[in-house]
């Protein structure tokens, strides 16, 4: 009882010094966080060891704490204390609080519920969810993430109204490792778009392929090949070898070698630049090539100069190939770079306002590298090489 007396008085004192301090604004945003004052650090410290005590010693002080004059930091500290005890009363005082206008208060008592981890509190925070805008909403799904409870986070995807409230939930059961759920949303028959991102987040690329497979959205279908190369694994980089080969569509093709591309897979594109049936496609994956700039892309470079199979002379490729790229590199300093329809221009100011700049793609400078090259250095069966345009 000693103790009862103590903490209300210390409570008390300081709710005092708080009532005749200016009141808080009852705007709905909450408070930028500040340092506490000296009063509230006093009430803060009998919060704290209200945390030792019984619940039915504790429980009253805190009630008086939360209807009193006391700042709202101390009132959110109550709302922690409050979800640490194991009461049918302090779960009620919560749940009403979760509910209230105050846009501060509110969003601690949410947070709390979240902490104390309560199956009946949590369960209840789904009409808070429902009845709540937007912020509301992800600050439920904030304190469902923190208690773990993905069958709650799954309900609210598989309920949401809106393309945007799917994306978060979705987004949430990402962070909470959700596989299986995210994949019971997958099977719904209009996927969602936050499903993708979702997918990449868990690197499940199962469940990326099976919508690219799948009969749904046609522009969904396309955009999941291409986040297939954002898994960035082996596993992912053979999968879209796969989709590129067996597709005849041509933007499933080009979804896949943008998935290639991001993913890295240079020997991935030379094989298929190898296996190509007609120039338009060796020119579209030869661009592939050109933009990772790795040493595929010299090789096949070469070849479509001199007509032969990339790769075809590997014992001596290696070491032309880096002198090449040594002397590219050098040329392509005296070139201002600038990026267009995703390729890369190298460009020389020209002096003449008709036309300031002349450029050149990677691939043009390049071959008049190469060519410059073959120019200096003639072999000795044939006539040097005509420049390229």
């Known amino acids: 009882m000693r103790f009862r007396i103590t903490m209300l008085a210390a ?12 009141k808080e604004s009852k705007e709905s945003k909450p408070a930028v966080e500040r340092a506490p004052s000296a009063d509230e650090e006093l009430a803060l410290a009998a919060m704290e060891g209200l945390m030792a005590q019984p619940p039915e010693r504790a429980l009253p ?3 008086k704490v939360l209807a009193g004059s006391q700042t709202k930091l101390v009132k959110q500290r109550a709302l922690f204390v409050l979800s640490q005890i194991d009461s049918p009363e302090a779960r009620e005082i919560l749940a009403q609080t979760a509910r209230s206008s ?11 519920i979240g902490i104390g981890g309560d199956p009946k509190s949590l369960d209840a925070l789904q009409q808070v969810y429902n009845a709540g805008g937007a912020d509301v909403k992800e600050e439920v799904l904030q304190a469902w993430m923190i208690a773990g409870r993905k069958d709650l986070v ?6 949401a109204k809106t393309e945007e409230e799917a994306a978060k939930a979705i987004h949430m059961l990402a962070v909470m490792g959700a596989t299986d759920e995210l994949r019971k949303l997958g099977d719904r028959p209009n996927a969602s778009r936050g499903l993708l991102d979702a997918y990449v987040m868990s690197g499940d690329l199962a469940s990326l392929r099976k919508i690219a497979e799948g009969t749904g959205d046609r522009s969904l279908r396309i955009e999941a090949v291409r986040r297939i190369g954002m898994i960035g694994s082996d596993d992912a980089r053979i999968a879209l070898r796969d989709l590129y080969a067996r ?6 093709k080009e979804a896949a070698l943008q998935g290639m591309l ?8 030379l094989t298929l630049y190898r296996a190509a049936k007609t120039s338009d496609e060796k020119r579209a994956l030869l661009r592939i090539l050109t933009m990772m700039d790795g040493d595929a ?5 070469d070849a ?9 002379d590997s014992a001596t490729a290696p070491a032309a190939n880096t002198l090449l790229e040594k002397k590219f590199q050098r040329a392509a300093k005296q070139y201002e770079k600038f990026q267009h329809e995703g390729q890369t221009l190298y460009c020389q100011r020209t002096g003449t306002k008709s036309m300031p700049y002349t450029c050149l793609t990677e691939a043009q400078l390049r071959s008049e590298v190469q060519s410059f090259e073959r120019w200096r250095n003639p072999v000795p069966r044939g006539p040097p090489p005509t420049g390229q345009e």
């Open 61 to 63: 002080i805190i009630k």
């Open 11 to 22: 409570l008390l004192m300081a709710g005092a010094t708080y009532a005749q301090a200016p």
């Open 154 to 159: 799954f309900q609210a995807a598989l309920n």
């Open 262 to 269: 991001m993913a890295s897979d240079e020997q991935g594109v």
């Open 102 to 112: 105050d846009a501060a208060m509110r969003s601690e008592a949410i947070r709390s």
């Open 297 to 301: 892309a010299l090789q096949a470079i």
């Open 247 to 252: 597709s005849t569509d041509a933007e499933f």
């Open 304 to 312: 479509a100069l001199e007509s032969k199979s990339p790769g075809a």
